[in-house]
Nanobody
């Protein structure tokens, strides 16, 4: 199983980024998808998650209103769009997959996730 996160980079405050998570080696539509991040010297924290079908989403309070999680099960890929980036958004962003039943809401608890990608670094700085 491989989850390949990409799309990170150095951006200025107020910019937008679209992160991608390409999955292989698993039946992608059987898994909900989550995004987490870890800033230097801090613990990993939840960002957003989406259910297997994409019908349910959940966001961290810090991301509500300026981010959008989505997925394309035909392409085995998930996405995280983040707008109005702030310096405090600087972190390594990880995607993770959680095997769930079809009707289950996506989880915010990272301990429930089965597979993790290697992360992509987002640096927000002027």
């Amino acid at each position: 199983v491989q989850l390949q996160a990409s799309g990170g980079g150095l951006v200025q405050p107020g910019d937008s980024l679209r992160l991608s998570c390409a999955a292989s080696g698993l039946t992608f539509r059987h898994y909900s998808l989550g995004w987490f991040r870890q800033a230097p010297g801090k613990e990993r924290e939840f960002v957003a998650a989406i259910s297997r079908s994409g019908s349910m989403t959940t966001y961290a309070d810090s991301m509500k209103g300026r981010s959008s999680i989505s997925r394309d099960n035909d392409k085995n890929t998930g996405y995280l769009q983040v707008n109005s980036l702030k310096p405090e958004d600087t972190a390594i962003y990880y995607c993770a997959a959680n095997r769930q039943i079809l009707t289950a809401p996506p989880e915010e608890n990272d301990e429930t996730y089965d597979y993790w990608g290697q992360g992509t670094l987002v640096t927000v700085s002027s």
